[in-house]
Nanobody
Framework: QVQLVESGGGSVQPGRLLRLSCEAS????????MAWYRQAPGREREWVASVTPTGNTENYAESVKGRFTISRDNAQNSLYLQMNDLKPADTAVYYC???????????????WGQGTQVTVSS
C-alpha cells in the first residue's frame, strides 16, 4: 500500500534552516507530481510547493518563495524540502503527497502520512 514517511522536522530559531525528507512507496513515484503541504495549529492544511515528475519545474506558495526549495531523487523515491530563513509563521506540521499537477491545491492524491513538526521560535 502507499506509504509517505516525512522526517527532518525540529525546533529552530528564526533565520535558521531545516531540510525535510519524504520517503514514498507503493505508487509510481517517478511518474508523479509531488508536493509539500503544511498545517498550522487551528488552520486548514495548505499547499507549500510542488515539483514535476522529472524535477525540472517547481512551483511555490508566495509565503515561501525565495526561502524554500523543493527537490526530488527518483532513484531513492524521495522528496525534499530545503527551508532557509525560517520564520515563526512557518511553524506547522509538514506533509508530502502526490498532487495532480504543479498548480496549487490543498488536497493530495493519497492518504496522508504522519507529518513532521517544524517549530520556529526564539
Amino acid at each position: 500500500q502507499v506509504q509517505l514517511v516525512e522526517s527532518g522536522g525540529g525546533s529552530v530559531q528564526p533565520g535558521r534552516l531545516l531540510r525535510l525528507s519524504c520517503e514514498a512507496s507503493g505508487f509510481s513515484f517517478g511518474a508523479s507530481f509531488m508536493a509539500w503541504y503544511r498545517q498550522a495549529p487551528g488552520r486548514e492544511r495548505e499547499w507549500v510547493a510542488s515539483v514535476t515528475p522529472t524535477g525540472n519545474t517547481e512551483n511555490y506558495a508566495e509565503s515561501v518563495k525565495g526561502r524554500f526549495t523543493i527537490s526530488r531523487d527518483n532513484a531513492q523515491n524521495s522528496l525534499y524540502l530545503q527551508m532557509n530563513d525560517l520564520k515563526p509563521a512557518d511553524t506547522a506540521v509538514y506533509y508530502c503527497n502526490a498532487i495532480a499537477s504543479l498548480r496549487p491545491r490543498n488536497t493530495g492524491v493519497w492518504s496522508w502520512g504522519q507529518g513532521t513538526q517544524v517549530t520556529v521560535s526564539s
